[in-house]
């Protein structure tokens, strides 16, 4: 009868083990509005990159910073939806300049239940608030995503992980560069 008990918990403990890691990543979905800020760095080269992620020589090659103030839409069937302002400094070789934008984009997600988070943007579109090129309309394609955790208040913070080539495309100017981003989310509802 001993040998029995020690048997079945044996067995039990194995399929316990044994089923911790699928019990790890059911998915986890959020809802509801959250706000968002961040910071984004890009480096520009309008000639492309090499296989190495350095410019691609004989273009112009500049840096852009800008921060994020969104509010991010979040549905339970793992999409969402975004709607952002960003304020720029472009180092644009001639000359310098600041600019702001509005820009909206979809997106999915997926949470695992132990609370990490990958969100992939899809194509971003807006128009130019401020600055030389005013009035103009842009859209960034191939957006890498971003990943990061779910805090035990609902709170989120995501970042890039990995440098990767997007697109930005505003009327005959396209720009191939690499950002990096960091965001937080908090919760609205």
């Given at each position: ?62 840096v852009e910073s ?65 600055g030389p090129a ?23 913070v995501l970042t ?30």
């Amino acid at each position: 009868m001993k040998s029995k008990k020690l048997w079945l918990f044996a067995v039990a403990a194995v399929f316990a083990v044994a089923t911790l890691p699928v019990a790890a990543q059911q998915p986890v979905q959020l809802t509801g509005t959250y706000a968002v800020t961040g910071e984004a760095s890009c480096l520009v080269s309008t000639s492309g990159f090499n296989l190495n992620l350095t410019p691609v020589a004989g273009g112009v090659v500049f840096v852009e910073s800008f921060t994020s103030q969104a509010i991010y839409t979040f549905n339970a069937d793992g999409t969402g939806t975004a709607q952002s302002r960003e304020v720029e400094i472009i180092y644009f070789p001639n000359p310098p300049h600041a600019s702001s934008d509005d820009a909206s984009f979809s997106f999915t997600y997926g949470a695992t239940s132990d609370g990490k988070l990958l969100l992939q943007p899809g194509t971003i579109s807006g128009i130019i608030l401020a600055g030389p090129a005013e009035n103009h309309t842009f859209t960034v394609v191939d957006v890498p995503a971003l990943t990061g955790w779910i805090g035990g208040n609902g709170s989120v913070v995501l970042t890039s992980v990995d440098p990767n080539i997007e697109t930005l495309i505003s009327g005959n100017t396209v720009w191939p560069r690499i950002c990096h981003r960091t965001r937080v989310l908090v919760p609205q509802d």
